[in-house]
């Protein structure tokens, strides 16, 4: 059986495939240039990041009420640590550059 925040996070990728796969694009074009391509990753990022928060507030709902809090903010980070594996500039993502 498969990790909780690992089936959110495979569940979230399949769900939204397209997405994430232009998401991807444009991150390898920030990953080389994030100058000239901070416009165009803030543009298409601000939907994964909404994409992403909506996955990850599944994913700990029904534990923030109670004792299980501290256990739903360890869970969240997992869940960030699978996206950031995939996507290791998203923290980037609203980033505003100055020239």
């Given at each position: 059986m498969?990790?909780k ?7 979230m ?68 640590t ?7 500039l ?10």
């Amino acid at each position: 059986m498969a990790v909780k925040y690992k089936e959110y996070f495979k569940q979230m990728v399949t769900d939204h495939a397209a997405d994430f796969g232009r998401f991807k694009g444009i991150h390898d074009l920030y990953a080389k240039d994030k100058k000239t391509h901070q416009a165009a990753y803030n543009d298409e990022g601000k939907p994964i990041m909404d994409i992403i928060h909506d996955y990850e507030k599944r994913l700990c709902n029904t534990m923030e009420k109670g004792n299980n809090a501290q256990y739903s903010a360890r869970l969240a980070e997992k869940f960030w640590t699978e996206v950031r594996t995939m996507f290791p500039l998203i923290d980037f993502v609203g980033a505003i550059v100055k020239k």
